[in-house]
Every structure is written in structure tokens, then in C-alpha cells.
């Protein structure tokens, strides 16, 4: 999901809205943004892209200098409407916006002990019972939203309003990214820095582990009253999930991804005549591969960008398009090819597959696979909406069978120890390469 906050700024809804549509690519199911002005809340959620779910005279309607907005990307939870963020509810202390990215691990016992405690929900996400847990604690509204979120195990980074205050929060340890910005004399925060550059703020920071930020009146405060914990950064985020204009946790995604592609241009080099990327995902690191390689880089597959996640193939008779709809080989460039295409990741193995069809029908002789990230033998627990474990077809299957069912001529990975080597050993989660989980599944 996206998260994106500002305060203090006219007309704050412009703002959210631009930030959101800056990280669409972090969530398309729907979107939603609070505004508060004069004690109101102003809210507006919707299924679909931002610049469809918004018009003008919505964006005016969101009044006030204080705004959150969420972008959706279903780990838990349908993509119905009440699932939409931010959640709001209003409680003894006043009223709150909450907007989520990641996913709550024991949200299920929780909620299972609410619900006999006679709470009602009214979502299936994960997110709204961190407002029960606010609303069920004593004390004054920090001391409530420590002692909330201090039961909650799993990757939540946060934007919330509490009345006029904004808070942003991360997680103990650290799974989701969150970024600090500033525009004028107004603050922001939001998941990715692509969206500071976007509304021209500047990118102070990166939000610490465990970390609640809280700007009221009074300023920029910042506490850290959680049990510290290991930091466990996603790697995925800087495989797949981030933009790579992005810039995070001290690296430009692109930079990073770039690496990859050298490091498997050097580890797993092949004869060939031309390098190309599965778009969007795979292009920095196919640009990598081919600087190692020497090899030229090509636009062999072309990319149609007005296919979402929402299309819905119209009947059965026109299901086989499938792949088709999106990506379009160029056998201009492919005909009579030695063909290595560069992937960020293989999932379940069945873009694989159709790529490398695709590629072939184009009239490559011979089609080389290689992936920008180890093999993910694991499902996420933590906010990346990956099948279940049968469906990894690493899980279960030797890269001789990944190629096979692939009908490539060759596949190649990246090691774990090179991932490693490029992002860091220490600070990131890397269990869906490794099955070594951060924090525990039986909570
Ligand atoms: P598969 O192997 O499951 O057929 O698909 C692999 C492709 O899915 C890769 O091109 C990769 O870019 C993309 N991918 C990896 N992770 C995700 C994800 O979390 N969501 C979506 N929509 N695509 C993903
Ligand atoms: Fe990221 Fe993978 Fe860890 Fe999930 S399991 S948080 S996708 S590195
Ligand atoms: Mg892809």
C-alpha cells in the first residue's frame, strides 16, 4: 500500500492527491483521503486508480490544511469499500484517521478477543483494530496509541490523525518504508520520496524503526517508546515493490537494481546477441546486465500501460489474449536472436512461461532467462501479497524444472549471497528467499 501525509499546507487535499498518484504503483484496488478543517473530518474513498477516483470538485470538498491518504493493495482483506483507507472512527477523545501499510500478524487473535469483548468491526482489514486497541486503552491519546500499538506484531507503518494532530509511525522493526518530508514551511511523510518530488517538497529522512512521529501546533516531535527490535527491512521493496526513483534506505532503487543486473551479467554470462527486460520491472536491471555484458540493451518487448490490475477479461472466448493484452514482443528486434530478458522475480512461474512463448513465436532462437532476485520459495507475512506456499513454484521445484516448465534454454537466479552482498546483510528481511522469518507466524 501507499501512505502519504501533510500538515500545515492550503488546500492539503491537492497534495494528498498528487502524492497518491505519485505511488500508484504501490496499490490500484482503490483509494481514499481525510482532510480535517474546523473539527470536521472530509473523506472520500474509492475503488480504482486516483485520477479516476477523484474529480475536482472532490478534491475541493476535502477541506482544511491537514490530510492522509491510502492507496490499497489487498494482503488482507477483500477490495470491497469498507476495506478502503484511511479507516475513521470517533471515540471518547475525539476522532480518528488511520491509513496502513503492511500487515498485522496477530490481527486475528486480537481481533478474536475483541469481537468476544463485544467490539463490533466493521472491515475485514487487518488495520481497524488498532483503533479498537486505541479506543479500549486509558490515559491521555499518546499514551492510548503506545499501549495499542505495543500488542501488535507484523509490519505497520502508519498515517493517522487524531483530531488536529498527524502522526506518522513505523513498526519496531522497520519492515515498510516511510519517508519524512518538507515543503516550505509545512511537513509530509510518505511511503516513497517519489512523491516528494513530485509536489517539489524536500526529502529529510527516513523514519527510524519503531519510530512515532507527531506534528500538532507545537511542531516536528519525534519518540521511541517501543522495545527496540532488530530492524528487518523488506529487500523485496528494492527488488520490485519500490519505484526506482526512489530513494531508500540510503539507496536509489535503481542503483540497486541495477547492481543486480551487473552482478548476474558477471555470475551467470551467456552467449548472446541481445539483452531486454520484461517491462516495467525488469528495465534496471537489464540495463545493468547489459553494461556488464557488453551486450546491447533493446526494447524487444513493448509495454501497453492502460492495462490494470481491475481489467476484467470481458468473456472466456477471448481469455487466451491473457499476457497479450499488456506485453507485445518486437521481432524486429527478436527475429533470429539469441535473447537473454531480464525479470525481477519469477512468482508462480506463469509470466515466465508466456514470456518466453512470446519471445519464441517473435523468432528468437534462443531464449535466456534471468532473475533479478533468488528463487521465493516463501510467502510474505508482512504486507507483500504473495501466494501461498504451493503456488511458489520455486518451493517445490529445481531451477532444471523451473527452466523446463519455462521452455527456456537456460534460467539463472541472483544468490541470496550476492543479494547480500549488494543491499547489506544486516537489516533486511529476506524470508521469502530464505524461509527464515522474522517474527514468528504462531503469535
Ligand atoms: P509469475 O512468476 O507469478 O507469473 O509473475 C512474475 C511477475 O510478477 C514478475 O514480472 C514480477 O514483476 C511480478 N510481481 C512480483 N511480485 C509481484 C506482486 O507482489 N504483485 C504483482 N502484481 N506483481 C508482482
Ligand atoms: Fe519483504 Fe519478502 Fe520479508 Fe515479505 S518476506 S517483508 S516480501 S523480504
Ligand atoms: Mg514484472
Redesign the pocket.
Known amino acids: 500500500c501507499a501512505l502519504f501525509g501533510i500538515y500545515n499546507i492550503k488546500e492539503a487535499s491537492n497534495y494528498v492527491y498528487l502524492g497518491l498518484h505519485a505511488l500508484q504503483h504501490r496499490g490500484q484496488e482503490g483509494c481514499g483521503i481525510v482532510t480535517r478543517d474546523k473539527d470536521v473530518f472530509y473523506k472520500k474513498r474509492s475503488r480504482g486508480l486516483v485520477l479516476e477516483a477523484f474529480d475536482k470538485t472532490d478534491i475541493e470538498n476535502l477541506k482544511g490544511d491537514i490530510g492522509i491518504g491510502h492507496n490499497r ?1 489487498s494482503t488482507s482483506g477483500d477490495s470491497s469499500l469498507v476495506n478502503l483507507q484511511p479507516l475513521t472512527a470517533s471515540f471518547d477523545l475525539g476522532d480518528i484517521a488511520i491509513a496502513h501499510n503492511g500487515n498485522i500478524v496477530n490481527a486475528y487473535n486480537i481481533k478474536q478477543k475483541l469481537i468476544s469483548d463485544g467490539a463490533i468491526f466493521s472491515s475485514n482489514s487487518d488495520t481497524e483494530v488498532i483503533i479498537h486497541l486505541i479506543a479500549r486503552q486509558k490515559g491521555s491519546f499518546d499514551e492510548r496509541l503506545v499501549g495499542a500499538l505495543s500488542q501488535l506484531k507484523g509490519a505497520f507503518s502508519l498515517v493517522m490523525l487524531f483530531n488536529d494532530t498527524l502522526y506518522a509511525i513505523k513498526d519496531p522493526w522497520g519492515f515498510r518504508p516511510l519517508a519524512m518530508g518538507e515543503l516550505g514551511d509545512s511537513c509530509c511523510f510518505a511511503s516513497e520520496t517519489c512523491a516528494f518530488d513530485l509536489i517539489g517538497a524536500k526529502f529529510i529522512r527516513e523514519l527510524e524503526s519503531g519510530e512515532i512521529v507527531k506534528v500538532d501546533k507545537y511542531g516536528v516531535n519525534s519518540f521511541k517508546p517501543f522495545k527496540s527490535e532488530n530492524s528487518y527491512r523488506c529487500v ?1 521493496e528494492h527488488i ?2 519500490a519505484r526506482p526513483d526512489s530513494y531508500l534506505w540510503d539507496n536509489h532503487v535503481y542503483e540497486i537494481r541495477k547492481k543486480i543486473g551487473q552482478k548476474l551479467a558477471l555470475k551467470s554470462s551467456v552467449d548472446a546477441d541481445v539483452v531486454i527486460a ?1 517491462p516495467d ?2 528495465m534496471p536491471a537489464a540495463i545493468g546486465y547489459a553494461q556488464a555484458s557488453g551486450l546491447p540493451f533493446e526494447m524487444g518487448i513493448i509495454r501497453n500501460h492502460y492495462v490494470g ?1 481491475t481489467f476484467i477479461e470481458p468473456t472466456d472466448s477471448i481469455r487466451h489474449f491473457g499476457v497479450k493484452l499488456k506485453l507485445n514482443p518486437s521481432s524486429d528486434v527478436l527475429n533470429n536472436k539469441r535473447v537473454v530478458v531480464v ?13 518466453v512463448k512470446m519471445i519464441r513465436n517473435a523468432g528468437a532462437k534462443e531464449v535466456h532467462l534471468r532473475i533479478a532476485s533468488p528463487p ?1 520459495t516463501h510467502p510474505c507475512f508482512y504486507g ?4 501461498t506456499k504451493s503456488e511458489l ?1 520455486a518451493s517445490s521445484h529445481t531451477i532444471e524444472e523451473i527452466t523446463k516448465y519455462a521452455t527456456a534454454d537456460s534460467i539463472a537466479y541472483l544468490s541470496l549471497e550476492d543479494l547480500k552482498e549488494i543491499v547489506g546483510e544486516s537489516g533486511y528481511c529476506f524470508a521469502c528467499f530464505s524461509g527464515n522469518y522474522p517474527i514468528s507466524l504462531k503469535v
Open positions: 493493495y523485496f520490485y515493490f520484461v520491472s525488469g490490475r525479470d525481477d522475480s519469477i512468482v508462480r512461474g506463469t509470466t515466465s512461461r508466456r514470456i521465493v507483500i501479497d504473495t501466494p513454484i
